[in-house]
């Protein structure tokens, strides 16, 4: 019994339907292709496609209500209603934890990854580059946003001086 080609309705034979196999090459190097083609290009278009969509409505609903508020002639509320729809500052401390947090996690994250790159390397494994990458790649981003956060509560200490 011949076994049945995923691509096509035709059985295979050996040495038969050259074009069948050419086809079956071209579609599994197609699929090859299109999953790192559909992450790297597809996923971060449609993410940034969803935001903005997001913020158009909010936008939208935002105008829509002030619209009323403007027809019934209540300039009072228009004023309530415009500081209840801008967003709220963030304050520079604030700011400041959230950048040590960052550096925290993305340090404390990358050191697990460096060392099971250390300990594979030493056994021959040939997956450690891989752990040596992400290793360096998250507590490099680390220091940064730790040391933009130490600059930065430094400058804000001589400011209040």
Same mark, same amino acid.
């Given at each position: 019994m011949h076994d049945m080609s995923p691509f096509a309705i035709y059985p295979r034979h050996k040495g038969k339907h050259k074009k069948l196999k050419a086809m079956e090459s071209f579609f599994n190097e197609l699929a090859t292709a299109l999953i790192p083609v559909s992450i790297v290009v597809v996923l971060p278009v449609m993410i940034v496609w969803l935001v903005m969509r997001a913020k158009i409505n909010r936008d939208n609903k935002n105008a829509e209500v002030l619209m009323k508020a403007v027809e019934n002639n209540s300039v009072q509320d228009v004023d309530k209603i415009l500081d209840g729809l801008r967003k709220p500052a963030v304050s520079a401390r604030e700011v400041m934890l959230q950048r040590l947090l960052r550096g925290c996690a993305f340090f404390f994250v !990358?050191?697990?990854?460096?060392?099971? @790159?250390? *300990?594979?390397?030493?056994? @021959?494994?040939?997956?450690?580059?891989? %752990?040596?990458? &992400? !290793?360096? !790649?998250?507590? !490099? $981003? @680390? $220091?940064? %946003? *730790?040391? $933009?956060?130490? $600059?930065? &509560?430094? *400058?804000?200490?001589?400011?209040?001086?």
């Open positions: !990358g050191i697990p990854f460096i060392i099971i @790159g250390c *300990l594979q390397n030493s056994d @021959g494994w040939t997956e450690a580059p891989i %752990y040596w990458c &992400r !290793g360096s !790649g998250c507590p !490099g $981003v @680390g $220091v940064a %946003y *730790l040391i $933009v956060h130490f $600059v930065s &509560r430094n *400058l804000s200490k001589s400011d209040k001086d």
